[in-house]
């Protein structure tokens, strides 16, 4: 009976003993090997304090929500924000890149994604600073819902024919029509808006399917994107080099253009990648006084073509001020203009803290293959990443041979790299991660190989394929070392963003790996694929890229532009 009673108020006691066990452990001690690729929970964004110093100091909150949220709140939900305890305001801001006072919650990355980032050695010029400043002013005067936007609309609807021979109205504008893979989308747009900022034009975009989806807007209390109910919206698919209202077309049916009388309400501009000697000469000073005459300028493009605007003489002098810096274009206007959207953010920073935010070093390398044969996988190219992390000593190789028994936690704390591989296809993360699964590293450093997404192939405009991928190019940017392959806009647009110059993979040729297998690229400025090789004043070919020393020819496609700063010794 005795037995019975002790056992009986055992049973009753257990509960109260567990519960206290709990309370008085505490936080379990930190364990970055444990840890290294452990997932967070979920929390809410955390407070922000602005000390007298200048200083913004970040609170956590102390209650968790969970991870499972209905479509309709999984835009407000982010991952737990391990960011610096203290960090400048200007570094928020990007140098003053940003302007201040936007709606925090609205776009969380806008004043967040400078935490996750090195901060640049890269200043902006107080020139390109006031001249986002009052550009941003022209587009809240002159944008949609705006008086002079509606009466400069009335043009439109009404088609008009009239000639023009001077301002009609007192705000102009380029509408960039999407087109193209999201890595060409990001920088035509920045191609676009550099030259409405040389232009005094103000930047409309044609959303397409997801832009909306991918990003916020950049600028204060206006948008950037064309209605559904914009008047010319329905010949936009329709538009190519043999449109009436194309400029190039139009210079075909004249000897001089100087004779060319354009309509005053748009002009259709062709400057894909396969257009003609005629849409080419938009580059030239000209043109472009013909086409300062009109209201709308539509624009069609997969191109980055900063480089040649660096060679017109009517604007390389603005160009020099803003960029003094040439290299610096896309890293400064990259990170103003393309803020992911919070849903996209979530996908940035959820996978940054369960893989990446312990590593001692984040290692992203980029892989895009252009192969007759298909996308892959290639054991050449598999291949030709090993020879070139190991070359270059950007990865440890492995022991092959010996396989000692290693003792970490008597041996010190090991270096941790964290590999961030991006790729249509898993099979080149799956042996990088095997190798160093069933090899210890020579060094004795703990490599850890991770992979997002693997889509098999390029679906362009499917919403959640776009949002993965600038999820990705995002978090290869983060990378303190980045590997990239060449030809690729989306391995353009992680170099700009993160202000890193890659080591570049070289197109294979005969499916045979190069020698050098990569190269460190001398500018992280992208390459301009198609670029005009016309000498405007002497009207005869030329190599653009032997005018300018800071415009040279890519290291990736011989005959693309570059630009680049010169260093004098």
Same mark, same amino acid.
Request: charged share 20%; hydrophobic share 35%.
């Given at each position: 009976?005795n ?8 049973l ?7 519960t ?12 970055r090997?444990k840890g290294?690729?452990?997932a967070?929970?979920l929390?809410?964004?955390s407070?922000l304090?602005?000390t ?17 949220t209905s479509?309709n ?6 991952p737990?924000?391990?960011l610096?305890t203290q ?12 302007a201040?006072?936007f709606d ?6 806008r004043y ?6 090195k901060i640049s050695t ?5 020139y390109?600073? @006031?001249r986002?400043?009052?550009?941003? !002013?022209l587009h809240? %005067? /002159?944008?949609? =819902? ?7 609309l ?5 088609k008009?024919n009239g ?6 109205h007192e705000c102009k504008y380029v509408?960039?029509?999407a087109?193209?893979?999201l ?10 808006f550099v030259?409405?900022?040389l232009?005094n ?6 959303p397409?399917k ?12 206006t948008?950037?994107l ?7 919206? @329905? ?5 190519? !080099?043999?449109s009436p %209202? /194309?400029?190039? =077309? ?6 001089n253009?100087?004779e060319l ?5 748009y002009?259709?501009l062709h400057l894909?990648h396969?257009?003609d000697?005629?849409d080419?000469?938009f580059f ?12 709308w300028?539509?624009m069609k493009?997969d191109n ?8 017109m003489?009517?604007?390389?002098q603005e ?6 810096e ?8 990259g990170?103003?203009?393309f803020?992911p ?9 959820r ?9 001692d070093e984040?290692v992203?390398?980029q ?6 044969a298909?996308p892959?996988p ?8 090993l ?14 041979q010996?396989?000692?028994?290693v003792?970490?936690?008597s041996?010190?704390t090991?270096?941790m790299?964290s590999?961030l591989?991006t790729?249509?296809k ?9 190798m160093y699964?069933?090899?210890?590293a020579?060094t004795g450093?703990?490599i850890?190989?991770f992979?997002?997404s693997h ?16 999820a990705?190019m995002f978090?290869l940017?983060?990378?303190?070392v980045l ?5 690729s806009t989306?391995?353009y ?11 570049i993979l070289f197109?294979?040729e005969?499916?045979t ?10 500018s ?6 198609a ?5 405007c ?11 300018l ?8 496609i011989?005959w693309?532009?570059q630009l680049i ?5």
């Amino acid at each position: 009976m005795n037995l019975m009673k002790i056992f009986a108020s055992l049973l009753v006691s257990l509960p109260v003993l567990i519960t206290l066990s709990l309370v008085l452990r505490g936080d379990p001690p930190a364990d970055r090997i444990k840890g290294f690729a452990d997932a967070r929970v979920l929390e809410t964004p955390s407070s922000l304090v602005t000390t007298s110093s200048n200083i913004e100091v970040f609170l956590r909150p102390a209650a968790p929500v969970s991870n499972i949220t209905s479509s309709n709140s999984a835009e407000n939900v982010l991952p737990e924000i391990e960011l610096p305890t203290q960090m400048p305001k200007e570094d928020k801001l990007y140098g003053g890149l940003l302007a201040p006072g936007f709606d925090e919650g609205a776009c969380f990355s806008r004043y967040q994604s400078s935490f996750y980032r090195k901060i640049s050695t890269h200043k902006p010029s107080s020139y390109l600073l @006031s001249r986002l400043r009052s550009y941003e !002013q022209l587009h809240k %005067r /002159c944008g949609p =819902n705006t008086k002079p936007y509606s009466a400069s609309l009335k043009q439109l609807k009404k088609k008009s024919n009239g000639q023009s021979t001077s301002a009609s109205h007192e705000c102009k504008y380029v509408v960039w029509i999407a087109n193209s893979g999201l890595g060409n989308r990001i920088l035509s747009i920045t191609a676009a808006f550099v030259y409405a900022l040389l232009t005094n034009r103000v930047l409309l975009l044609d959303p397409g399917k997801d832009l909306p989806d991918l990003f916020c807007e950049p600028f204060p209390d206006t948008s950037w994107l064309l209605s559904s109910h914009f008047p010319i919206k @329905s010949h936009f698919d329709k538009f190519d !080099q043999t449109s009436p %209202r /194309c400029y190039g =077309n139009m210079l075909k049916k004249t000897s001089n253009s100087s004779e060319l009388s354009l309509p005053s309400s748009y002009v259709y501009l062709h400057l894909g990648h396969d257009y003609d000697d005629q849409d080419k000469l938009f580059f030239c000073d000209e043109e472009q006084s013909h086409l300062g005459k009109v209201d709308w300028l539509v624009m069609k493009t997969d191109n980055y073509f900063v480089p040649s605007l660096f060679l017109m003489p009517s604007f390389e002098q603005e160009l020099n001020k803003l960029f003094p810096e040439r290299e610096t274009v896309f890293h400064h206007l990259g990170r103003y203009l393309f803020h992911p959207s919070n849903h996209v953010w979530g996908l940035i920073t959820r996978y940054y803290h369960a893989y990446l935010a312990k590593a001692d070093e984040r290692v992203g390398i980029q892989v895009r293959t252009f192969e007759p044969a298909g996308p892959g996988p290639f054991k050449h190219v598999m291949d030709q990443i090993l020879a070139c992390v190991f070359t270059e000593k950007l990865l440890p190789r492995v022991d092959e041979q010996n396989e000692p028994i290693v003792d970490i936690l008597s041996s010190g704390t090991p270096k941790m790299k964290s590999v961030l591989i991006t790729s249509l296809k898993p099979d080149y993360s799956e042996n990088l991660r095997t190798m160093y699964w069933e090899h210890p590293a020579v060094t004795g450093d703990l490599i850890g190989v991770f992979q997002p997404s693997h889509e098999g192939e390029q679906r362009t405009d499917n919403k959640l394929h776009d949002r993965k991928a600038l999820a990705e190019m995002f978090l290869l940017s983060f990378s303190d070392v980045l590997v990239t392959s060449a030809w690729s806009t989306f391995g353009y647009v992680a170099q700009g963003l993160g202000g890193l110059k890659p080591w570049i993979l070289f197109k294979p040729e005969n499916q045979t790996v190069p020698n050098p297998p990569c190269r460190r690229l001398q500018s992280m400025e992208p390459c301009f694929h198609a670029p005009p090789l016309w000498d405007c004043k002497e009207k005869r070919g030329t190599d653009t890229g032997a005018i300018l020393p800071h415009v040279r020819h890519c290291e990736d496609i011989s005959w693309g532009l570059q630009l680049i700063d010169i260093h004098e010794s």
